[in-house]
C-alpha cells in the first residue's frame, strides 16, 4: 500500500521538509464549487500588454512556485468534490525523492477513471509537478469535469542527471500507478500523456517510444501493461539536432543551452544522443494519435518542430493534428483558453474511449 502521502493544505516553501501523516493514511482534500469564468480570445491581452512581464509570454520573470497546489487553487479553480491527493512518492533515486498529484473526479459509476499524465515543462532544468496547473488551470478544470483522473508528475531534472533519466522517470511513474491502479481506480489502459515545452518533448518521446517499447527508457525492459491512447504537445520539441539550427555563434565545446544540459553533450557534437532523444526518431505505423498545439510566434521552440513531427507521424500513417495559435509565443496563456481547451478535452475523451 501506498504510504507516503502529505497534507496538501500546507504549501511548504524551499528546503521545508514535507509533514507526513502518523498514521500513513491519504491527506486529501475534497473540492466543493467555487466561483469562475472561462477565458476566450476576447479576454487575451494584446501582445504589448503580455510583452515586458505582464503576461505568459515566456519573456516574463520566474517566480518560485510551491511543489503542491493552494487551498486557493483548489477551491476556485476546481470542480467540486474533486479528491487531491499530493506528494505521492513514485521512486527514490540516488537519495532523491520522485513524486506525483493525483487530482481524482467522482466516479459516475463502479468503473476505473481514464488517466492523463501530465508532464512539467522548464527546459528539463526547472519546474515541478505544480507548476503548470496554475498555468492551464481551465484544461485541469475540464479534463476533471470530463470523468480523467489526473496525475501531474516529477522527473529528474537535468542538473540531477542527464538523458535518459527523464524518460525513464516518466515510464517509472506509469509503472508505480499500474501497480497501485486499484488503490485509485484508474484505468491504466487508457492513458493520455500531455505536457508543454519540455514536458511536450517528454510526453511526445514516452509516446512515439512506447510501441514497440524501448528498453533503454524502461526500467523493467518487458512490455509496459499500460497503454498509451494519445498525446497531446503544447510545443515541445520533436527534433534536438534541428532545434540546435536557431542558435548562431554558440561556442559548442562549452554549450548551456537547455538541450546541451539536458543530453550532458552540444546536440551538434553528439547527434547521436540528441536523435536518441528526440521523438522524431521513434515515430512509427503503432505510434498513437497526437494533437499539437504551438504558437507562430515562439522563439525558443520554433513551431518548424511542431510541423516536423506532425509531418512525421502523417507519413507513418498516424492520425495527427497541428493546431497553429496565431500572434503568440512561447507558453503563452492563450494555451489555455477555451478554444484549445476544448481541443484537447474533445481529443483525449475520443482516444480514450476509441475502442468501446
Not at 511543489?67 to 540516488?94: G, Q
Not at 506525483?100 to 512539467?120: C, E, G, K, M, Y
Not at 510545443?235 to 542558435?247: F, I
Request: contains cysteine; proline residues 7%; negative net charge.
Amino acid at each position: 500500500m501506498v504510504d507516503n502521502y502529505v497534507d496538501a493544505q500546507r504549501p511548504r516553501g524551499p528546503g521545508q521538509d514535507a509533514p507526513i501523516r502518523p498514521n500513513g493514511q491519504p491527506a486529501e482534500i475534497e473540492t466543493t464549487a467555487g466561483q469562475r469564468s472561462e477565458r476566450s480570445a476576447a479576454d487575451r491581452p494584446s501582445v504589448s500588454e503580455r510583452s515586458g512581464g505582464q503576461g505568459r509570454s515566456g519573456q516574463q520573470r520566474r517566480r518560485y512556485s510551491p511543489p503542491v497546489l493552494s487551498p486557493d487553487f483548489i477551491e476556485t479553480k476546481l470542480p467540486a468534490n474533486v479528491r487531491y491527493v499530493s506528494d505521492v512518492s513514485f521512486k527514490t533515486i540516488d537519495d532523491l525523492e520522485l513524486k506525483l498529484d493525483l487530482l481524482l473526479p467522482t466516479l459516475a459509476a463502479d468503473d476505473n477513471r481514464p488517466v492523463v499524465i501530465w508532464i512539467h515543462g522548464g527546459a528539463w532544468m526547472r519546474g515541478n509537478k505544480a507548476h503548470d496547473l496554475h498555468r492551464y488551470d481551465q484544461l485541469t478544470s475540464h479534463l476533471l469535469k470530463a470523468g480523467f483522473a489526473f496525475i501531474s508528475i516529477d522527473y529528474r531534472l537535468s542538473s540531477q542527471a542527464t538523458f535518459p533519466a527523464q524518460a525513464i522517470d516518466c515510464n517509472d511513474a506509469l509503472a508505480f500507478l499500474y501497480a497501485h491502479r486499484d488503490d485509485y481506480a484508474l484505468d491504466l489502459d487508457r492513458v493520455v500523456l500531455m505536457g508543454t515545452s519540455a514536458g511536450g518533448h517528454l510526453a511526445s518521446l514516452i509516446g512515439t517510444s512506447s510501441v514497440p517499447p524501448t528498453p533503454k527508457f524502461l526500467t523493467n525492459v518487458d512490455q509496459p501493461p499500460w497503454t498509451i491512447r494519445g498525446v497531446v504537445n503544447f510545443y515541445g520539441p520533436s527534433d534536438l539536432v534541428l532545434l540546435q539550427g536557431k542558435r548562431e555563434g554558440v561556442d559548442f565545446e562549452n554549450d548551456r543551452s537547455p538541450e546541451a544540459r539536458l543530453l550532458g553533450h552540444s546536440p551538434l557534437l553528439r547527434p547521436d544522443l540528441a536523435r536518441a532523444a528526440s521523438p522524431t526518431t521513434y515515430v512509427n505505423a503503432q505510434s498513437p494519435p497526437f494533437l499539437i498545439i504551438h504558437g507562430d510566434q515562439d522563439s525558443r521552440v520554433p513551431i518548424s518542430q511542431s510541423i516536423l513531427l506532425n509531418a512525421s507521424l502523417k507519413v507513418a500513417g498516424v492520425k495527427s493534428e497541428l493546431i497553429v495559435v496565431e500572434g503568440v509565443g512561447h507558453g503563452d496563456e492563450a494555451f489555455d483558453e477555451m478554444t484549445y481547451v476544448e481541443k484537447a478535452v474533445e481529443f483525449a475523451t475520443a482516444v480514450a474511449n476509441a475502442n468501446e
